[in-house]
Structure formats: C-alpha cells, structure tokens
T-cell receptor, first 111, second 112 residues
Framework: TQLLEQSPQFLSIQEGENLTVYCNSSSVFSSLQWYRQEPGEGPVLLVTVVTGGEVKKLKRLTFQFGDARKDSSLHITAAQTGDTGLYLC???????????FGKGTLLTVNP | NAGVTQTPKFQVLKTGQSMTLQCAQDMNHNSMYWYRQDPGMGLRLIYYSASEGTTDKGEVPNGYNVSRLNKREFSLRLESAAPSQTSVYFCATLLGFGSPLHFGNGTRLTVT
C-alpha cells in the first residue's frame, strides 16, 4: 500500500504571505490529485497532474509533479482568508482504481 | 442534479448495534468509494467498487461490509458497531481513471 506523507500538518499564516505544502511518497504514481476541504463538506478537486515535471497553475495556486512522479507540491502566492481549509493529496498507482489520500495540511490564513 | 447523496447525515449508535449507511449517485459514474475521516488521519479507504458487480477492500475494511446494489447505489454496513468506528464517513464516485472523485457531504457517526 502506497503511503502519502503531507507536510506540514498545520500551517497558520497572515494574509498576503506565500506558502508551500508538500506531498511525498516512495511509490510512483500514475496520477496525483489535490483536493481542498472546508468544514462540514466533502473534498473538492483542485487539480490532477499526470506527467512527471508537470506544472499547473490555478490563479494564485501552482501545482508541481516531481520528475519521478513520487512527489508533488502546492504553492499559494499572496494567500487570502478564503484559502483557509484542509488540503489533501491523493494518488493512484498504475491503472488501479484504489485512490489513497495523505493526512492533509490544515491551512489557516489570518486577516 | 443532486450528485452524491448520503443518508443519514448524523447517527448515534450504541456499541453492538448495526446500521447501514446509504450512498446514491445520479452522475452515471462507474466507480464508488467509502472513506472514513478521523482527526489527524486524513481520508482512509474502507472499500471501493471499481464497477457495478465488483467490490474490493481498501486500507481499513475490518468491521465493515459493502454492497454495490446497482450502478447508482453503494451501501456500507456496520454489523456490530464499536466506539473505534466513530468517524465521519464519506462516499465518493469516479467516472473513470484519472477523473476526479466527487464526494457526498458525509455521515457523522458516533458510537457510544
């Protein structure tokens, strides 16, 4: 079973600051997804990365997939209070439908 | 469209009681999943069904059973609830490999 390690577990910053969260594994993924979850709701997809070295941007969010497809990062520029939430990465090995999640990074952006 | 609907939203059980969590989707997705979420533990996969007629164990299947009743419905059963099963349970669906998971809003279960 693949293990996804996310860091940091908790992050509290001021509005306007930049931050990076990480998702690491010893396994190779065929695809990796990032989700954001707000209290009382299910996670919602932010992005899917499939190619080693791939970089995707979603407004102020930048996602990178490692060259070896074992790790990924999420960078947020000029964080806003609306970015507060739990950020989760999820990976799939091969064509397996078994999607495994990391433990998440709980981000709090203070005004 | 409702998307993924979970019932009930909240449930309190006594140790040893049984119950079934229901999940229904109207998105015509092939795969369905049950996860549990505990503080500091992220989402852990209990069971999944890659397609109608198949089910497979995830990371934490002990104490649970599932039924893929048809393409729309995937239920999770606790035969004899234990306090360790206190959690938030999420059902999710997937159209196909590489597409995003779509989650319901969860069932909050407390076992006393």
């Amino acid at each position: 079973t693949q293990l996804l390690e996310q860091s940091p577990q908790f992050l509290s910053i001021q509005e306007g600051e930049n931050l990076t969260v990480y998702c690491n594994s010893s396994s190779v993924f065929s695809s990796l997804q990032w989700y954001r979850q707000e209290p009382g709701e299910g996670p919602v997809l932010l992005v899917t990365v499939v190619t080693g070295g791939e970089v995707k941007k979603l407004k102020r969010l930048t996602f990178q997939f490692g060259d070896a497809r074992k790790d990924s990062s999420l960078h947020i520029t000029a964080a806003q209070t609306g970015d507060t939430g739990l950020y989760l990465c999820a990976g799939a090995e091969g064509s397996n439908y078994k999607l495994t999640f990391g433990k998440g990074t709980l981000l709090t952006v203070n005004p | 469209n409702a998307g993924v609907t979970q019932t009930p939203k909240f449930q309190v059980l006594k140790t040893g009681q049984s119950m079934t969590l229901q999940c229904a989707q109207d998105m015509n997705h092939n795969s369905m999943y049950w996860y549990r979420q505990d503080p500091g533990m992220g989402l852990r996969l209990i069971y999944y069904s890659a397609s109608e007629g198949t089910t497979d164990k995830g990371e934490v299947p002990n104490g649970y059973n599932v039924s893929r009743l048809n393409k729309r419905e995937f239920s999770l059963r606790l035969e004899s609830a234990a306090p360790s099963q206190t959690s938030v349970y999420f059902c999710a669906t997937l159209l196909g490999f590489g597409s995003p998971l779509h989650f319901g809003n969860g069932t909050r279960l407390t076992v006393t």
